[in-house]
């Protein structure tokens, strides 16, 4: 939903488009768990058992998600963030929201400003550093001067640079970051090589280089040295 319109796999594939505030609303509940609460779905032809189960069983004991423990984590002794530093962020074009209403972590993007967030403009975010755990900076004109600004990040959890100028040498700063677990790098010049230079950072979960300039040899170096690591290429 956030890919150009004139992209293939831009969504939805008709009608309008999605506002900005409905995708940052689709964003917080797929962060959340995407949880479809007591919604079953059509049973319609079900068997019968199946629909008394669906409607009358008790509910399952919910069990902590390991996105839950590892937010909770973050936030961990972490006061909010003061007012006036998230006011000179949304001064400079940033849009900033808690991830949580109860929770002093933050997410920010430059959705309504892409062309015109620079390197600068990732400085004014630096007040911000210990609350920002999500940042959206795709289609912005950012370089590898921001990723270094960024390094500084240490709760960044999700980081979106698609379409952005960062280059193979840049994505080193980013192995400073032992929280990050996301990083979308779809439509950059990235090669093998950045790849590479992302083996250091184990806590890497996904990483999505679909439309670089990655190889799948370069993908097989980064599946190997993180067990575990989902990586994107087509």
């Known amino acids: 939903v956030t890919l150009p319109k004139d992209d293939d796999m ?8 999605l506002s900005i505030e409905e995708i940052k609303l689709l964003k917080e509940w797929i ?56 006011a000179k962020a949304k001064a400079g074009g940033a849009q900033i929201s ?12 430059f959705l309504t400003g892409v062309s015109k967030c620079d390197d600068s403009k ?17 289609r912005t004109i950012i370089g590898d001067a921001a990723l270094k600004t960024l390094a500084e990040f240490s709760h960044l959890a999700v980081l979106d640079l698609r379409q952005t100028k960062v ?28 790849l590479k230079n992302l083996t250091p950072s184990k806590n890497l979960k996904l990483v999505t280089v679909f439309q670089t300039k990655a190889t799948p040899a370069g993908v097989k170096l980064l599946t190997e040295a993180i067990p575990g690591i989902q990586v994107t290429l087509k």
């Open 122 to 138: 990732i400085a004014l975010l630096l007040p911000l550093k210990d609350h920002i755990v999500q940042l959206d900076l795709g």
């Open 167 to 194: 280059t193979d040498a840049g994505l080193t700063a980013l192995t400073s970051l032992k929280r990050l677990q996301t990083l979308n790098l779809f439509g950059t010049e990235i090669t093998d090589a950045g």
């Open 98 to 109: 808690l991830l949580k209403a109860d929770s002093p972590l933050l997410r920010a993007d």
């Open 10 to 17: 831009f969504m939805p594939p008709k009608g309008d488009p």
């Open 31 to 86: 962060v959340s768990g995407a949880d479809f609460g007591g919604w079953t779905g059509n049973m319609e032809g079900a068997p019968a058992d199946a629909v008394a189960a669906a409607t009358t069983s008790a509910p399952k004991p919910v069990k902590p998600r390991e996105h839950d423990l590892f937010y909770g984590e973050l936030s961990k002794d972490l006061k909010p963030a003061a007012e006036a530093d998230i």
